[in-house]
Nanobody, 119 residues
């Protein structure tokens, strides 16, 4: 499985961004994570093959994870961005069957894309 993110950038507080992740290979579970330097990587959202989704509480209602199977692409639509959303965002995948959610064990990772929210 190979994952390539795009769509990061700099926005002002309250702005929106949509992250994309091109996927090659079979997957059973997909997710978005974020990481601030010096802190552990944090799960943001997940989606399974039946399009059931889960969200980290701080982003619920502001972020939306979705997938376009025809385009082999995973998305993270982010609205109402806050300075604390500033991080490097990673898409992740697993290709074996098992639990799919924020606490799933993801085996494949993209290279990351930077999101910066300024006031």
């Amino acid at each position: 499985v190979q994952l390539v993110e795009s769509g990061g950038g700099s926005v002002q507080v309250g702005g929106s961004l949509r992250l994309s992740c091109m996927i090659s290979g079979f997957t059973t579970c997909l997710g978005w994570f974020r990481q601030i330097p010096g802190k552990e990587r944090e799960a943001v959202a997940s989606i399974d093959n039946e399009n059931s989704t889960m969200y980290e509480p701080s982003v619920k209602g502001r972020f939306s994870i979705s997938r376009d199977s025809a385009k082999s692409t995973l998305y993270l639509q982010m609205r109402g961005l806050k300075p604390e959303d500033t991080a490097t965002y990673y898409c992740a995948a697993r290709n074996n069957w098992g639990f799919c959610g924020l606490r799933a064990v993801f085996l494949h990772w993209g290279q990351g894309t930077q999101v910066t929210v300024s006031s």
